[in-house]
Structures are given as C-alpha cells and as structure tokens.
C-alpha cells in the first residue's frame, strides 16, 4: 500500500476512536457513542463510502491502546501497483472548495487543480471531479452554515487554542529580519502553556511550541488550529494523533471561532510589543527572553474572565492533566515520519544530511523517523512500527564509536484510555 494512503487510513480511523481515548465524547455513554457512529457513513481515504460496525471500532482502539498509531495503518497491501484517482491534498481542495462556495462549478474546481499542482493537465477527468462531489453530498442544500456556539472547556488540557502571529522586526546589523511568534493557550485557564519567537513560519516553529508545551504542561486532549498549511501538515496530524490529542480545525475565515488565543495576541501587541524599544534587542534569543518575561507575568496576573491568574487555574486541577515525565518518550512521539529509496551506494538524503544505511536496504523504500533539528542519528521502522536500525551521518560515522543497534524502549499505549 502507498505510505500516503496508508497514513492517511490511520488518520482516518484514529478520528473515529479519539472521542473514546480522550472521554470528549457527547454522548450519554461509550455504547450510545459506539451506536451513533456506526450508523453514519464515511467518506473512506479509498474514495469510498463505508460504514462500521462497532466491533471494527472497539478493534482499531484496542490496537491503538497496545501500538499507538502505528496499530492502525492497514496491515495489508491489496492495492500496491494501483494508481489512486485524487490524492488526499486534492479532495481536501475540492471539499474546502464548495464549503467556501456551495454555487461553484465542478469545471471551474477542475481548472484550479490544474493550475495549482494538485493534478496534471490530462490526469484526472472532469467526470472523476463530478463523480467525487455527488459521493461526498458537496452540494448547496448541504453547505447551509451552521450557527456558530460560543465554547468553554471546564478542565486544563481539556482543549488548547494554537496560532500564529507577525512579531516585531529585529535590526541586526543594518538588517531588518521579520519575525513570527507562535502560541498556544489552554483554553479553560487562558495559561499560555508555551509560546516562542522565530524567523519563520514553518512546521518546525510549531513542532517546537507543542512539543514545548507538552513536555512542561502535559497532553491536551483537543488542539484547535485554523486551516493554515502548516496546522494541516501529515507531520503535525501524526503527532497529535500519536500523543493521543484530536486535532480541530476552525471553519475557513472564521477567526472568531478561537477566539481566545486570537484576543491574547491582541493584548500582547497592546501590553509589550507597543510599548517595547525593539531597536535595542541584538538577537533573537534576547526576543525571546522579553517574551518568556512577559508570558510569565501575564500568566501570574489575575484575568477578568476567570477573576484568577491562569497559573492558578490551571494548577487548582492539575490532578486531571495527564504528563508524559521520560524524555525519550517524548521524543518517540514527536519524530517526524518520512519514507525514503536506498541509494546504490547505501545512502538516504534526510533534510540533505546524508546518512549511511546498511547495505541489505539498496534499492528498498525505507521507513524513516527522526527529530527534525536534531539530525545526530535517524531510525529506520518497519512498516508494523518495530525499530530496524538506528543511522547516523555519514560525516560521523568515521569518526565515532556509536552502536549501530541502539533500542529504544517500547512504550505503554494503555494509558490511552476512557476514564
């Protein structure tokens, strides 16, 4: 089976059983929410509609509670050599295209996988576009908006708040560099778990904020995003999926559906970016000290909504707030994922760092995973999840007596877990 589609099946069935790891489910009961979803219909990543059966739901989360998300990619291949007609990224395209407008064409929808990439010119037919709107109910009587609810979440880590915001411009050296500060808020505390400053606004900016976060205040049970591309990266929605966090997104254009974090970057441009000479700062790092500062004061201070600091909020029920305290652990989930075709000469490029790979993998498609930011050593995996071998650079391997076998210690999913 394609890795892609093999990732996106775990994706998809993790989405089902979430509710039941996390005990965010609705319903009366775990049975009453077994009932209610194996009465729906579900677009599959196969391009197909399905439903199922509560016992194939209890299975897929009995194998998530022993092998975490690898035990939910599908075990077997019957579909290798078969060319899928629409990738994820360009169902996900179409989707958000009539969401946006209900009225548009499939032939105007068609034109604009084309012109931005998502498929080639000849590839896929008109027809096929026409084809998956009808099997996804994509039509205007369909899209009516629902009414928007304002939310409160009662307990810590019971839903985080992510986002993104311009920060100030640094003048190094003559030089004027952009900045871009991440955070993230609990939402029933308004504790701002982690936030941080950098030159960018890749997926290792929030990689690093999340991981942050959950290594100082635990594992979140919901993170709501908005649909940048960076929130809606594979990366990102198999780390959440693997510490056992369901990732929510904002309706498009719809800010105020998170309000919170939205309204906590407005106080901090009013409270310390307006009122910060920016000139004197040499360094991102001294950015970044200025900003801990300021987090650290707003998260002491009492909030009008709570009548409470966030801190103290937030630590009156920490009792609740599930941590992850062994740091090899938490590195194991939040390695980035990545496939790769063993050279001739026994190598794979990784962020290009090459890497020696032993020789019994030439001309395999590997499994690879690693720390992005930290490309001392990578792992290979096999397609069950199981460590194969531990790789290092090439550039080192000369120069270092490192064991080609270390293991890592397997880890106990069983806390994932319906209380």
């Not at 500060?181 to 890749?202: G, Q």
């Not at 650290?296 to 630590?315: A, C, D, R, T, W």
């Amino acid at each position: 089976m394609e890795k892609n589609l093999g990732q996106a099946i775990a994706l998809f069935r993790y989405s089902l059983i979430a509710p039941l790891l996390t005990n965010t489910y609705t319903q009366k009961s775990q049975i009453e929410y077994l009932k209610e979803i194996s009465a729906k219909k579900y677009d599959t990543p196969q391009g197909m509609k399905r439903e199922y059966a509560p016992e194939t739901i209890k299975e897929w989360l009995r194998l998530y509670r022993k092998h975490g998300i690898d035990g939910l990619y599908p075990k077997t291949r019957s579909d290798k050599g078969v060319l899928r007609k629409l990738s994820p990224a360009a169902k996900e395209f179409i989707v958000l295209s009539k969401q946006n407008s209900p009225k548009r064409s499939a032939k105007s929808i068609h034109s604009e996988l084309i012109a931005k990439g998502y498929i080639s010119f000849g590839e896929i037919s008109l027809s096929t576009i026409q084809r998956f709107l009808s099997k996804a109910d994509l039509t205007p009587k369909k899209l009516i908006p629902v009414e928007r609810k304002a939310f409160e979440f009662e307990y810590p880590n019971d839903c985080w708040q992510s986002d993104i915001s311009v920060g100030p411009y640094l003048y190094i050296e003559g030089k004027k560099h952009k900045t871009y500060i991440v955070a993230i808020l609990d939402d029933a505390s308004r504790l701002i778990v982690h936030a941080e400053a950098f030159y960018h606004e890749k997926l290792i900016a929030l990689h690093t904020v999340l991981k942050k976060a959950v290594a100082k205040r635990g594992i979140p049970k919901k993170l709501f995003v908005d649909n940048g591309k960076v929130y809606k990266s594979g990366q990102m929605q198999l780390i959440c999926a693997g510490i056992g966090t369901i990732l929510c997104y904002a309706r498009p254009y719809s800010p105020e559906s998170k309000g919170k974090i939205e309204r906590w970057f407005r106080t901090l441009h009013d409270q310390w970016m307006n009122i910060i000479d920016w000139t004197k700062l040499k360094s991102l790092r001294e950015l970044n000290e200025s900003l801990y500062n300021y987090v650290e004061k707003y998260n002491n201070e009492v909030h009008s909504s709570i009548k409470e600091s966030p801190i103290g909020k937030f630590m009156s029920n920490v009792d609740k707030v599930r941590f992850i305290p062994d740091k090899q652990e938490l590195d194991y989930l939040f390695y980035y994922r990545v496939s790769r075709k063993v050279k001739n000469d026994s190598t794979i490029s990784i962020d290009k760092i090459i890497f020696e790979v032993p020789m019994k993998f030439i001309g395999d498609k590997i499994n690879i995973r690693y720390l992005p930011g930290n490309l001392d050593k990578a792992f290979i995996f096999s397609d069950e999840g199981k460590l194969l071998e531990t790789i290092y650079p090439v550039n080192k391997i000369d120069n270092s007596k490192m064991r080609r076998n270390q293991n890592i210690k397997a880890l106990d999913f069983s806390s994932f877990s319906a209380n």
